[in-house]
Nanobody, 127 residues
Framework: QVQLVESGGGLVQAGGSLRLSCAAS????????MAWFRQAPGKEREIVAA????????SYADSVKGRFTCSRDNAKNTVYLQMNSLKPEDTAVYFC????????????????????WGQGTQVTVSS
């Protein structure tokens, strides 16, 4: 079992920045691929960023490329999402997710490929 707890959400003006953190506990964090998803009201959950167990492979949604940066610190069992140049359309609940995969596998980007989920943190961007 892996427990995930997100933090760092809040209210920010357009153009501002936030850094989300996801702290993991339980089994060996470094063997898990991690991802950030988001879900806005009335919309489906969508991938924001995914990162391999080593941090060497990253995948981003087109809508956040160049603005968001995903990273992880396996020594701290934590994954981060640095969000810059925020837009009102980034408003959503952001979820951290984890799945145990072998190092050679492509990092998953579909929600149904992830096994463990955090409770989510609200990000609201005002115009």
């Amino acid at each position: 079992q892996v427990q995930l707890v997100e933090s760092g959400g809040g209210l920010v003006q357009a153009g501002g920045s936030l850094r989300l953190s996801c702290a993991a506990s339980g089994r060996t964090f470094s063997t898990y691929a991690m991802a950030w998803f988001r879900q806005a009201p009335g919309k489906e959950r969508e991938i924001v960023a995914a990162i391999s167990w080593s941090g060497g492979r990253l995948s981003y949604a087109d809508s956040v490329k160049g603005r968001f940066t995903c990273s992880r610190d396996n020594a701290k069992n934590t994954v981060y999402l640095q969000m810059n140049s925020l837009k009102p359309e980034d408003t959503a609940v952001y979820f951290c997710a984890a799945v145990l995969i072998s190092p050679n596998r492509v990092v998953p980007i579909r929600a149904d490929e992830y096994e463990y989920w955090g409770q989510g943190t609200q990000v609201t961007v005002s115009s």
